[in-house]
């Protein structure tokens, strides 16, 4: 194998800081006198919050320990050869931070070659070989295991799958041409396509096992033991391992067609690394695997030298990286204890708070708000999702128990908030009805406590102008759904001291949310750039240009959603505050719209109307049609396009020479966590560099080349 080792020797030198994981070969007598066994144990040496990776010089040491197994086999020495991993960890697939180091077509191909060549020696041994996923298992960890013959899996896995088109990528080792093959390409759609574009859902150890992929499940506590057992079993012939057969014909064809569906779904046509797979998966039809493979190498080099995969491995450092590390937070140690919360409001959005503090700071929480039967509601609505996470098997019947405890409601303030260390008001957006609250708040908290509000657009400073300590007070920004979106941008207020602000960010820390530091400024950021997006959106419907156009024009972007189909999530008439507020600050770049006015003065929750439910298609409502009133200018799509993205990057701009955030990451991050802009885009700045609008707007790029782009 003397290519595959110079091939790796010439990647390793490419990857200088590879946290490199050996290969362990030990022997062991397997039980039930079935023969000496050989098992090659991955690790780095670094405990669980460092997992094993893939990078050239690993694959290196794997590639000598199969030279060391494949030679025992050959000679009758051992009976099989498995692999699995250090404790918790399998591994977790390629080494990423050498992916975008590579500057060149050729250095890319050898890293799908490498895989390659290393892996399928274990399906090429002269004796059957096992994979043990004792932990986490992502990626290439996925695919070093679908090369072996037979595979267990660990009931207490936590995280399994294939996460390559989520980043950019293909499951280019194997995944997209065995998988199909093993489980069936319906299977192997909802696992390489659909989960990776669902945010990267992982599987757990049972689902593996359902699936297919897995041969056997055990216990966690006992895994391996197990695992050898079984094996021993297998070995004596004592077991024999069935596999369903695979159908080939149309179900095959209508899988490639349910994943075609699922990406135009996500990515709409803007991102190709799910169609890319997607075509590995249709032509692995006939088993080809030599050809299966040739495809899939060819694939992540030319992905891995293009923009989407940049993009993809920025936006995961962000999330991994940044988001942990909060660019402008105090220092941990200033932060204050926090023993008791208090919630002002008991609507929707104040109940998901309760619950979420409730649930991740395990702490008492109080509601407060004008009525008995308002506060009733809110308290109730928080017991009721406590119910639904016990049914579903989340939570047990003792912690059900403590969490309905810890919530409770109170219409005294006074006796409510006396003894808390963290007050967050969520009332309505007004002004002065935020500053009344804050008031009463304040003259009956401690004095140590930090007052925390959920304002999506108004002025902190503002808020806490009439206090006697506006040092405390900070803005504590949701996104709804709380549960889900893990964005809250923390707001420093004129006044706001280091101490409330590292309490905020520790408090977000345990909220396990992506807190991010961002100034008092009109609408903070993501609802800012959202608003001059919507705007720019509705001022051209406004001027003439038809509602379906308008829509289309930004579908390259790949967004989540639709501009008017947000406005709906959102509601019209909180997208036309924002709007009144964002132009009442810059009123020659943010518009009021009078169409939307008319939208909301009618009540209409939304242009579009559903005939068959929530889930059928959307069409635009006549009755909404009748209210819009258009000028004559009607533009295309690329001109619509255009004008949106070149408001945004001068907003953009803007921001960042307001120190609205420290950098244009921050902005990336805000998109990312708080408004599910798609990872391969790396939010919106690399979009707008790549697409030469930054410069076209304000005469410089956004971000570095070679940060979130390949390398000059």
């Given at each position: 194998?003397?290519?595959?080792?110079?091939?790796?020797?010439?990647?390793?030198?490419?990857?200088?800081?590879?946290?490199?994981?050996?290969?362990?070969?030990?022997?062991?007598?397997?039980?039930?006198?079935?023969?000496?066994?050989?098992?090659?144990?991955?690790?780095?040496?670094?405990?669980?919050?460092?997992?094993?990776?893939?990078?050239?010089?690993?694959?290196?040491?794997?590639?000598?320990?199969?030279?060391?197994?494949e030679k025992e086999a050959a000679d009758g020495e051992i009976t099989g050869v498995g692999i699995t991993g250090k404790p918790f960890i399998f591994a977790v697939g390629a080494d990423l931070k050498g992916v975008e180091l590579l500057k060149r077509h050729e250095d890319a191909l050898?890293?799908?070659?490498?895989?390659?060549?290393?892996?399928?020696?274990?399906?090429?041994?002269?004796?059957?070989?096992?994979?043990?996923?004792?932990?986490?298992?992502?990626?290439?960890?996925?695919?070093?295991?679908?090369?072996?013959?037979?595979?267990?899996?660990?009931?207490?896995?936590?995280?399994?799958?294939?996460?390559?088109?989520?980043?950019?990528?293909?499951?280019?080792?194997?995944?997209?041409?065995?998988?199909?093959?093993?489980?069936?390409?319906?299977?192997?759609?909802?696992?390489?396509?659909?989960?990776?574009?669902?945010?990267?859902?992982?599987?757990?150890?049972?689902?593996?096992?359902?699936?297919?992929?897995?041969?056997?499940?055990?216990?966690?506590?006992?895994?391996?033991?197990?695992?050898?057992?079984?094996?021993?079993?297998?070995?004596?012939?004592?077991?024999?391992?069935?596999?369903?057969?695979?159908?080939?014909?149309?179900?095959?064809?209508?899988?490639?067609?349910?994943?075609?569906?699922?990406?135009?779904?996500?990515?709409?046509?803007?991102?190709?690394?799910?169609?890319?797979?997607?075509?590995?998966?249709?032509?692995?039809?006939?088993?080809?695997?030599?050809?299966?493979?040739?495809?899939?190498?060819?694939?992540?080099?030319?992905?891995?030298?293009?923009?989407?995969?940049?993009?993809?491995?920025?936006?995961?450092?962000?999330?991994?990286?940044?988001?942990?590390?909060?660019?402008?937070?105090?220092?941990?140690?200033?932060?204050?204890?926090?023993?008791?919360?208090?919630?002002?409001?008991?609507?929707?959005?104040?109940?998901?708070?309760?619950?979420?503090?409730?649930?991740?700071?395990?702490?008492?929480?109080?509601?407060?708000?004008?009525?008995?039967?308002?506060?009733?509601?809110?308290?109730?609505?928080?017991?009721?999702?406590?119910?639904?996470?016990?049914?579903?098997?989340?939570?047990?019947?003792?912690?059900?128990?403590?969490?309905?405890?810890?919530?409770?409601?109170?219409?005294?303030?006074?006796?409510?908030?006396?003894?808390?260390?963290?007050?967050?008001?969520?009332?309505?957006?007004?002004?002065?009805?935020?500053?009344?609250?804050?008031?009463?708040?304040?003259?009956?908290?401690?004095?140590?406590?930090?007052?925390?509000?959920?304002?999506?657009?108004?002025?902190?400073?503002?808020?806490?102008?009439?206090?006697?300590?506006?040092?405390?007070?900070?803005?504590?920004?949701?996104?709804?759904?709380?549960?889900?979106?893990?964005?809250?941008?923390?707001?420093?207020?004129?006044?706001?001291?280091?101490?409330?602000?590292?309490?905020?960010?520790?408090?977000?820390?345990?909220?396990?949310?992506?807190?991010?530091?961002?100034?008092?400024?009109?609408?903070?950021?993501?609802?800012?750039?959202?608003?001059?997006?919507?705007?720019?959106?509705?001022?051209?419907?406004?001027?003439?240009?038809?509602?379906?156009?308008?829509?289309?024009?930004?579908?390259?972007?790949?967004?989540?959603?639709?501009?008017?189909?947000?406005?709906?999530?959102?509601?019209?008439?909180?997208?036309?505050?924002?709007?009144?507020?964002?132009?009442?600050?810059?009123?020659?770049?943010?518009?009021?719209?009078?169409?939307?006015?008319?939208?909301?003065?009618?009540?209409?929750?939304?242009?579009?109307?559903?005939?068959?439910?929530?889930?059928?298609?959307?069409?635009?409502?006549?009755?909404?049609?009748?209210?819009?009133?258009?000028?004559?200018?009607?533009?295309?799509?690329?001109?619509?396009?255009?004008?949106?993205?070149?408001?945004?990057?001068?907003?953009?701009?803007?921001?960042?020479?307001?120190?609205?955030?420290?950098?244009?990451?921050?902005?990336?991050?805000?998109?990312?966590?708080?408004?599910?802009?798609?990872?391969?885009?790396?939010?919106?700045?690399?979009?707008?560099?790549?697409?030469?609008?930054?410069?076209?707007?304000?005469?410089?790029?956004?971000?570095?080349?070679?940060?979130?782009?390949?390398?000059?």
């Amino acid at each position: 194998m003397t290519n595959t080792a110079e091939l790796l020797k010439g990647a390793a030198e490419l990857f200088p800081g590879e946290v490199v994981t050996q290969a362990h070969v030990r022997h062991l007598d397997l039980p039930q006198g079935a023969g000496r066994f050989a098992l090659i144990t991955l690790d780095n040496g670094l405990d669980h919050t460092k997992p094993t990776t893939f990078g050239p010089a690993s694959l290196a040491n794997l590639n000598t320990a199969i030279d060391q197994v494949e030679k025992e086999a050959a000679d009758g020495e051992i009976t099989g050869v498995g692999i699995t991993g250090k404790p918790f960890i399998f591994a977790v697939g390629a080494d990423l931070k050498g992916v975008e180091l590579l500057k060149r077509h050729e250095d890319a191909l050898a890293i799908g070659k490498g895989g390659h060549d290393v892996f399928k020696r274990l399906s090429a041994l002269a004796v059957p070989t096992f994979a043990y996923y004792n932990g986490a298992a992502m990626g290439g960890g996925v695919e070093v295991g679908l090369h072996c013959t037979y595979r267990t899996v660990s009931s207490a896995l936590p995280a399994f799958s294939l996460p390559e088109v989520f980043l950019g990528l293909v499951p280019g080792w194997g995944g997209c041409t065995l998988l199909p093959n093993l489980i069936g390409a319906d299977r192997a759609v909802s696992v390489i396509i659909e989960n990776s574009l669902n945010q990267n859902k992982q599987l757990k150890g049972e689902q593996v096992y359902e699936l297919g992929i897995a041969d056997a499940i055990f216990e966690g506590a006992d895994f391996l033991e197990q695992s050898l057992i079984w094996t021993a079993s297998v070995l004596k012939g004592e077991l024999e391992v069935v596999r369903p057969e695979i159908d080939r014909g149309d179900a095959w064809h209508e899988a490639v067609v349910r994943g075609r569906a699922i990406a135009d779904g996500k990515v709409h046509g803007a991102a190709p690394a799910a169609y890319r797979a997607l075509e590995i998966i249709d032509a692995a039809r006939n088993g080809d695997l030599a050809r299966g493979y040739e495809a899939e190498e060819k694939a992540l080099a030319d992905l891995i030298m293009g923009s989407e995969l940049r993009s993809g491995i920025y936006a995961f450092n962000l999330v991994q990286k940044r988001g942990k590390r909060p660019a402008g937070a105090p220092d941990k140690s200033l932060a204050r204890p926090v023993s008791k919360v208090g919630v002002v409001g008991a609507g929707l959005m104040a109940s998901q708070l309760a619950l979420l503090f409730a649930r991740r700071l395990e702490v008492p929480v109080v509601l407060t708000d004008i009525d008995q039967e308002r506060v009733d509601k809110g308290v109730g609505y928080v017991h009721g999702e406590i119910d639904k996470l016990l049914l579903k098997g989340r939570i047990n019947q003792d912690k059900a128990h403590r969490l309905k405890a810890a919530v409770t409601g109170s219409l005294d303030k006074a006796a409510a908030f006396s003894d808390a260390d963290f007050v967050i008001e969520a009332v309505f957006e007004e002004m002065g009805v935020k500053q009344q609250v804050f008031a009463e708040v304040e003259a009956v908290v401690p004095e140590h406590a930090i007052l925390a509000t959920n304002t999506s657009s108004l002025s902190v400073s503002e808020m806490a102008s009439q206090l006697k300590h506006p040092e405390r007070v900070v803005g504590f920004h949701f996104f709804n759904p709380v549960a889900i979106l893990p964005l809250l941008e923390i707001v420093r207020g004129e006044k706001t001291d280091d101490p409330a602000l590292a309490t905020a960010f520790g408090v977000a820390k345990k909220l396990r949310k992506t807190a991010v530091l961002v100034k008092d400024a009109p609408a903070f950021v993501v609802n800012r750039i959202l608003t001059r997006f919507m705007g720019e959106i509705q001022n051209v419907i406004d001027e003439g240009t038809p509602v379906d156009v308008a829509e289309r024009a930004v579908e390259p972007l790949g967004l989540p959603m639709s501009p008017l189909v947000l406005l709906e999530l959102v509601g019209p008439a909180i997208g036309l505050h924002v709007s009144e507020t964002l132009h009442g600050a810059f009123p020659d770049r943010f518009t009021v719209s009078e169409n939307l006015k008319r939208v909301v003065e009618a009540g209409k929750r939304g242009f579009y109307v559903r005939a068959g439910g929530s889930s059928a298609e959307p069409k635009l409502d006549p009755e909404v049609t009748a209210l819009l009133q258009q000028g004559d200018t009607v533009l295309s799509e690329e001109q619509v396009r255009a004008r949106v993205l070149d408001a945004v990057a001068q907003e953009l701009g803007l921001m960042l020479e307001e120190g609205v955030v420290a950098e244009a990451q921050d902005i990336d991050l805000c998109l990312i966590t708080g408004a599910g802009w798609p990872f391969h885009l790396g939010g919106i700045t690399p979009y707008l560099d790549r697409e030469g609008v930054s410069e076209r707007v304000n005469g410089k790029t956004f971000l570095a080349p070679g940060v979130a782009s390949v390398p000059a």
